[in-house]
């Protein structure tokens, strides 16, 4: 199920949310491992409403994008805590394909997102 939350105006935020158990059932996995894998930074979750939720975007085709355990450690390493993380991958970039790097990532474009995201380090 898709939950609506209201987006920052001053904050790119992406269009659909997930919920935590959403999440689980959607990767056919228990909740435990959905924890493990925010825990490991595998998959990214911020507070909505006083909910624990994860941009749809991020679990496509019932799988976590492939490369975002890797652009989610870079943006660690460059210092962005997970609501930085998170406007970054949906702040709009004309550059990109589909318009930001989380819809780039999704796409053909990860090593571009790779290396813009280990960049921010420098």
Request: aromatic fraction near 4%; proline fraction near 7%.
């Amino acid at each position: 199920m898709t939950d609506s939350v209201p987006a920052d105006d001053n904050a790119a935020e992406p269009a659909g949310w997930l919920t935590l158990p959403d999440v689980a059932e959607r990767l056919d996995m228990p909740i435990s491992k959905v924890h493990q894998m925010i825990r490991d930074r595998e998959l990214i979750a911020v507070r909505r409403d006083g909910i624990r939720r994860v941009p749809e975007d991020l679990v496509a085709n019932r799988v976590v994008l492939k490369h975002l355990p890797g652009v989610l450690n870079l943006l660690a390493d460059a210092g962005y805590d997970d609501e930085e993380s998170l406007r970054w991958l949906f702040q709009p970039d004309a550059t990109l394909p589909g318009g930001t790097p989380a819809a780039a990532l999704a796409g053909d474009q990860a090593r571009e997102i790779k290396r813009r995201a280990q960049a921010l380090g420098f």
